[in-house]
């Protein structure tokens, strides 16, 4: 059974810095894809994908203020947002496509106080 496990929320002033990370447990097809999505009051955003090869992909709302990456030996994937913006705050939830099967982490919350 894949489980995912996140960490690293929390409330930061607008143009702070946090760092998501997001652990992966079970069988886990070599390659996969992990990634961010955020869950505002009646918005769903994927933020941010990152595949077992190296491939990118970051909604446009994010780019050149967050970064994900990889550490696939620790089959981690993290979360790093600058410059917050109190528009970036929801329930940020990673997720993790293995063998054509969607994994979901429980959520962690990040608000951004202007």
């Known amino acids: 059974q894949v489980q995912l496990v996140e960490s690293g929320g929390g409330l930061v002033q607008a143009g702070g810095s946090l760092r998501l990370s997001c652990a992966a447990s079970?069988?886990?097809?070599?390659?996969?894809?992990m990634g961010w999505y955020r869950q505002a009051p009646g918005k769903r955003e994927l933020v941010a994908s990152m595949t077992s090869g190296g491939s990118t992909n970051y909604a446009d709302s994010v780019k050149g203020r967050f970064t994900i990456s990889r550490d696939n030996a620790k089959r981690t994937a993290y979360l790093r947002m600058n410059s917050l913006k109190p528009e970036d705050t929801a329930v940020y939830y990673c997720?993790?496509?293995?063998?054509?099967?969607?994994?979901w982490g429980q959520g962690t919350q990040v608000t951004v106080s202007s």
């Open positions: 997720t993790l496509r293995s063998w054509d099967t969607d994994y």
């Open positions: 079970g069988s886990i097809s070599s390659f996969n894809v």
